[in-house]
């Protein structure tokens, strides 16, 4: 850091950002060793579909794990708002009014999940593990072994449709992100909200004290995670086509690792929207570096795995050592002196 | 004074435990009463030896959550020990069960140390140091097994007959997880370490700046952890006597932290018994079985998991709050005595 602060530059390059770009700029490289077609526009704009329902959920986890919460049951939610989507579509409902439905699932999944936590004072972690397996099994209930399928044309294949045309053209889902990604953006970091939020996270009872609602703040934070998953929910059915009951099934850790990769603080009180969307940039980045590269899927997992492990671990052993060289730096003035 | 509030936590403590148990006997005479058949033989041993892996590795995960720490990756740990043990059984057959076990340990301890290291040293908050090893230790699963699967005849029937057979009307299965539970109570309750573990958790700072080493006592909660996975990876083995990269113990964090929570322990860390998890899983066991055996529809099963999660904190919050009241309560009338 103190390299970077002496150049003269007027830029300057948040430290929590570090970590991802690196890891972005790597495996650019290594996929375009592999294939001279990964860095063209068009394979990497329509490689980016699968993943951005994990960014939008990675959006709106961003803004629980500030708070020093956490929601693990964000794939479940999303789950239970595509059941109840699909079990709507099979009983002949309009499919616009099976999309609110889906939404509206979501959000109120959401909000029991913050009263939960909110009205009975208990820790986040255990509470949305139990909706984690309660929203999974209201799903396997609600679908059983069916397989909902034969959506509209005018429903199915959103990913595939193109907000601006031409080659390379903009897809639906890349343009849904950017657009949350703006959003939650100026909730986060210029809203009232959004400082309440970063307020409530780092220091819960002085921000209590200071007149700020903190369980306010904590409830619609899940329910904004409730409501996003819901709208995933959405997009993952169009984009599949079908529904089954293990819908996103393992989703909430590949999105908590997208949000902590990008620098959030697990324990709350920090973080920031453009982290999590680089982050989420990186990990697919690496992902389909690997895809090319022939590697097996779990192995790419274990990547993310390590990469998650490695951005965190780095920065603290680095400031480790300069505390300690800092230390002893001033141990020798002291010993000088006397 | 201060002897009779002891006495009167402990009495708490042993309350509830027991209310566990009163649980567990309501569920019995519940299916017992739609279904005599529950109460078979055949049928209650199918539920213990399905708890034994559940409660060999809830015995370490209970010390890891009194510490404040958690560990998402026992599935992975798991699959790896089993993975390394079954390949050394497939190219030499004739290698003694006990060195099987031993390496199955070895290789878990191994995997516990991993994480003991990047908690400690590393200074990385747990359940992100875990999130990420849980994804690279199912790599590795990947990459040391070149993606095969150890089929039935490689495994020993030695091992198979750990699950088959029953020197003294028990399964060997859960003659080791009753071992395990054992060593969690005696290490816990009857040594210095024990305490140890116990303030560390329930005050870090306050233990620290009594000269006890938070490195060691994380770093050992840790290994012990991965020796049980790796004990576990055992018992899978012996159970379904199948080994496949994918599935070897997926997924099993969520059911072992659901039986730890659900068993009274505070996921904040300080409290928690060995007898509670055991009574966890058997509870665990009971309703997955019974629901089954009476007639209901399996995709209940996730629902019913997470609304006892849900219950058990709940109940744990009430009861922890009436333990603070009576402890203020007792100070106070101390107070007025003198």
Sequence with gaps: MSALSKSPSRFKVPGYLIGPILILTLAMVYGSLGSEYFLQPASIIFNTGRYMEIGLLALALTFVIINGDIDLSVASTLAASAGVLAKLFAGGVPIFWCCVASVFTGFVLGLINGLIVIKFGLPSLVVTLATLALYRGLTQVLLGDDVVANYPESFAGFDQRLVIGGNPGLPAPLALFFVAAIIFYYILHKSNYGIKNIMSGSNPSASNFSGIGVDRVRLLAFALSGTVSGICAVMITSRLSSTISNVGLGLELLAITVVVLGGTDIFGGRGAISGTVVSLFAIMAVREALVIQDVNGQVQDSAVGLLLILTVLVPRIRSYYIDKRDRQKRFNEARAKA | ?338
């Design chain 2, 1 to 338: 004074m201060a002897v009779k509030v002891n006495s009167k936590i402990s009495y708490i403590f042993k309350k509830r435990e027991f209310g566990i148990f009163l649980f567990i006997l309501i569920l019995l005479a519940i299916f017992g009463s739609i279904e005599p058949r529950f109460f078979r033989s055949e049928n209650l041993n199918a539920i213990l030896s399905s708890v034994g892996i559940l409660m060999v590795v809830g015995a370490g995960q209970t010390l890891v959550i009194v510490t404040r720490n958690i560990d998402l990756s026992v599935g992975s740990t798991l699959g790896m020990a089993a993975m390394v043990m079954g390949m050394v059984a497939r190219s030499r057959p004739d290698f003694p069960i006990i060195g099987l076990i031993l390496i199955a340990m070895v290789v878990g301890g191994i995997c516990g140390l991993i994480n003991g290291f990047l908690v400690s040293f590393g200074m990385i908050p747990s359940i992100i140091a875990t999130l990420g090893t849980l994804a690279i230790f199912r790599g590795a699963v990947f990459l040391v097994s070149d993606n095969v699967q150890i089929d039935p005849e490689d495994v020993p029937k030695d091992i198979i007959s750990l699950a088959t057979t029953s020197p003294i009307g028990i399964p060997w299965l859960l003659i080791f997880a009753l071992l395990a539970i054992v060593l969690v109570w005696f290490v816990s309750s009857q040594t210095l370490l024990g305490k140890r573990i116990y303030a560390i958790g329930s005050n870090p700072e306050g233990a620290i700046s009594r000269g006890l080493s938070f490195n060691k006592i994380t770093i050992m909660v840790f290994v012990f952890i991965g020796v049980l996975a790796g004990l576990g990876g055992v018992l899978y083995t012996a159970r379904y006597a199948t080994i496949n990269p994918a599935d070897v113990g997926r997924g099993l964090e969520f059911d072992v932290i659901s039986a730890v929570v659900i068993g009274g322990t505070n996921i904040f860390g300080g409290s928690g018994t060995a007898l509670g998890t055991a009574l966890g899983c058997i509870l665990i066991g009971i309703l997955s079985n019974g629901l089954t055996v009476v007639g209901v529809s399996p995709f209940w099963k996730a629902c019913a998991t997470g609304f006892l999660i849900l219950l058990a904190v709940a109940i744990d919050n009430l009861v922890r709050r009436r333990q603070e009241e009576n402890f203020l309560l007792a100070i106070r009338n101390q107070r007025v005595a003198k």
